[in-house]
């Protein structure tokens, strides 16, 4: 869907003549709705999951415990990392962050692809590409990628469950990379906006509607 709403546009060009907005705040309007509509999307889903679970097994709290791996600095063995329990709130709580930039991060993706390809189905490729470019790399092993740590890569964040919990692989072990994580996706993100801007300067609403 993210892929094709700013696409679609070019479709409704008697619709798009008329809107009194400029071309770059346009587009991210477009980007905040298409985010807003997989936000509701998931809202919905949740709220389903969360009434049939509780009408199925008991409605519960969100207190029920979860492990958190802590790597201690101080020991060099991986396999007497401490494991610690968190709720299952504080997983979440912590989880929202990734999960609004990476969401709002792909929109924006999206966003560059469509002005550069005009077409649903190349960006929607395009799209999944970048998501899936990590398995390309990543394993368990990997701490490299063309000379630089995998941790300064937007796509290693994704699983953003194991950076919560800590359960990341042997090359992630000795440092916190919840912040980093956070810290590298809002930078690509600034990035992926700066690109935005300097795209719609080139590829104007006369020319992308064409």
């Known amino acids: 869907m993210i892929s094709d709403i700013t696409v679609k546009d070019r479709k409704l060009t008697t619709q798009k003549a008329g809107v009194p907005m400029k071309w770059a705040g346009y587009l991210f309007v477009q980007s905040i ?3 807003s509509f997989v936000l509701l999307f998931y809202l919905f889903s949740a709220g389903i999951f969360f009434i049939l679970n509780g009408l199925l097994y008991g409605f519960e709290t969100l207190s029920l415990p979860v492990g958190l791996f802590q790597f201690d600095q101080t020991n060099q063995s991986i396999y007497t990392s401490p494991l610690e329990l968190f709720s299952i709130g504080q997983f979440l709580i912590r989880s929202i962050p990734f999960f609004l930039l990476i969401l709002y991060l792909i929109s924006k993706l999206n966003t560059i692809f469509s002005l550069l390809f005009k077409q649903e189905v190349v960006v929607l490729i395009s799209g999944a590409f970048m998501i899936l470019f990590q398995q390309l790399y990543y394993g368990v092993e990997t701490t490299e990628l063309l000379g630089i740590n995998i941790s300064w890569f937007p796509q ?5 469950g194991k950076i919560v ?3 990341v692989n042997e090359a992630m072990l000795e440092g916190d990379y919840y912040l980093r994580g956070l810290i590298v996706l809002s930078v690509t993100i600034l990035i992926a906006e700066v690109l935005v801007y300097l795209i719609a300067k080139h590829i ?3 020319k992308f509607v064409r």
């Not at 290693?156 to 953003?160: A, E, Q, R, S």
Request: hydrophobic share 30%.
């Open 204 to 206: 104007t609403r006369q």
């Open 156 to 160: 290693t964040y994704l699983d953003f």
């Open 33 to 35: 709705t298409a985010v």
């Open 165 to 167: 919990t800590g359960r």
